[in-house]
């Protein structure tokens, strides 16, 4: 048996903030969305064509407390091709929040609190 990961699945407060920062910050844009018809909830799928998988946004209305999404260890890896103009992109949106400069890489943080690690797409495997 063989298994193909598809996506990975955040809970937000703020559905259309967190599509703005996805957007801005990566460049994933909305590829599907489901929910029922009475609006009580909304799973939206974000990505783009650099890779098949797909992020998951899920909102559900009326919520308020924070989700605990796993914490800072729990994270995506997203490699981009310009380490120097994401790095100042991410800067601009006061959104760096660790940077590990012995391992070249750094991490944002998006609007619920999620940890997404940035690499350079050119580093030794």
Not at 26 to 46: A, C, K, Y
Not at 85 to 114: K, S, T, W
């Amino acid at each position: 048996m063989k298994a193909k990961m598809v996506h990975e699945c955040i809970h937000v407060l703020d559905l259309e903030a967190s599509l703005a920062f996805y957007e801005r910050a990566l460049g994933l844009t909305v590829q599907r969305r489901m929910g029922p018809d009475d609006g009580s909830w909304e799973n939206v799928f974000i990505g783009n064509d650099e890779a098949p998988f797909q992020l998951e946004l899920t909102w559900n209305r009326g919520r308020t407390e924070p989700y605990d999404n796993g914490g800072r260890d729990t994270h995506l890896a997203l490699e981009v091709d310009d380490l120097d103009a994401a790095r100042a992109l991410h800067d601009e949106m006061g959104c760096v929040c660790f940077v590990n400069e012995r391992m070249g890489i750094y991490f944002i943080q998006d609007p619920d609190g999620c940890w997404l690690e940035i690499l350079p797409a050119d580093r030794a495997e």
